[in-house]
């Protein structure tokens, strides 16, 4: 937009978003192991024919950092090391784009030509970092949502400062009751799906739509959570060579290293089908740039 409308964007004063790249790189210096000088930092692609490989491609150009596969690590003594044209190079930070279960064939998947053999081991021995950590995926799960608050009055005494959309665990009795007495008016989602498979929107459900969703809850209640249904805000959105509101929601990025930085703009997932609450792209959702006035 800038590029292409130089004259309309200059009076906004919009907070910029290039210092990305940075931010993440100074991020992954912060978690790098002691081991002196300036660390050796890498970004793990699974390769070309990744549907984000252009983004591993960019993200290593902002950052300054080689864009590696698995084929071009090595791990010797427990320490990673990178085939370069002028020898083997340690390795101290991994900022990787594999899942987990591909990792290392050696502690994983043991079919997996994508990761490290001994990846773990270094790890384990504190000789190289990993971003995200093994296991961070478990953030993922719906049912964390029900434990924030308490985690945080936990570990940090004192309450959210944002809070928490109000979460009910359908594997706790009591929940599963409330759930079960007002599910025409909950959103019910399975806790360990993605892309808004599997989730019930009790408002707009039909009836067969809410039996269907009864028995499954019946049959497995700890496999999901139940949620009052949030009237997301709408945008104007182009849809059908005309403009008309259509619901959004806001996924911000986060990069912690020593500190935590947000970056100034976002992905706003926009639910193109008309009346749809539902915004993942899978589901036929789109998409919208989101900035920050300065």
């Known amino acids: 937009m800038l590029r292409s409308f130089p004259d309309l964007l200059d009076a906004f004063g919009l907070r910029a978003i290039d210092d990305y790249g940075m931010q993440l790189l100074a991020a992954m210096r912060?978690?790098?192991?002691?081991t002196g000088g300036d660390p050796q930092i890498v970004l793990l692609s699974p390769g070309i024919h990744?549907?984000?490989?252009?983004?591993?491609v960019f993200l290593a150009r902002e950052m300054g950092v080689p864009?590696?596969?698995?084929?071009?690590?090595?791990?010797?003594?427990?320490?990673?090391?990178?085939?370069?044209?002028?020898?083997?190079?340690?390795?101290?930070?991994?900022?990787?784009?594999?899942?987990?279960?591909f990792l290392d064939p050696e502690v994983f998947r043991p079919d997996s030509r994508l990761g490290v053999a001994g990846l773990m081991r270094a790890y384990h021995a504190g000789n190289v970092a990993?971003?995200?950590?093994?296991?961070?995926?478990?953030?993922?799960?719906?049912?964390?949502?029900?434990?924030?608050?308490?985690?945080?009055?936990?570990y940090l005494d004192e309450a959210p400062v944002l809070p928490n959309v109000e979460t009910h665990i359908c594997g706790e009795p009591e929940s599963l009751r409330y759930t079960l007495d007002n599910l025409a008016r909950l959103v019910v989602k399975p806790v360990g799906e993605a892309g808004g498979y599997g989730i019930t929107i009790g408002p707009t459900a039909?009836?067969?739509?809410?039996?269907?969703?009864?028995?499954?809850?019946l049959a497995d209640p700890a496999n999901y959570v139940s949620?009052?249904?949030?009237d997301l805000s709408v945008a104007p959105t182009l849809v059908n060579g005309g403009v008309q509101p259509r619901h959004v929601d806001l996924r911000p990025f986060a990069v912690t290293g020593a500190s935590t930085w947000v970056l100034p703009g976002g992905l706003t997932r926009v639910?193109?089908?008309?009346?749809?609450?539902?915004?993942?792209?899978?589901?036929?959702?789109?998409s919208k740039d989101t900035w920050v006035l300065g």
């Open 227 to 230: 949620q009052p249904c949030i």
């Open 130 to 154: 990993l971003a995200n950590a093994i296991g961070t995926g478990v953030c993922d799960d719906k049912a964390v949502y029900a434990y924030m608050p308490r985690v945080i009055r936990y």
């Open 30 to 34: 912060d978690i790098a192991p002691a």
């Open 206 to 217: 039909s009836r067969a739509e809410l039996d269907t969703c009864r028995a499954k809850l």
């Open 271 to 286: 639910a193109l089908r008309e009346g749809s609450l539902v915004v993942n792209s899978s589901q036929g959702g789109g």
């Open 67 to 101: 864009l590696v596969e698995g084929r071009d690590l090595a791990v010797e003594n427990d320490r990673v090391y990178m085939r370069t044209i002028g020898g083997l190079r340690r390795v101290d930070v991994i900022y990787r784009r594999i899942n987990d279960d």
């Open 50 to 56: 990744n549907s984000a490989y252009f983004e591993h």
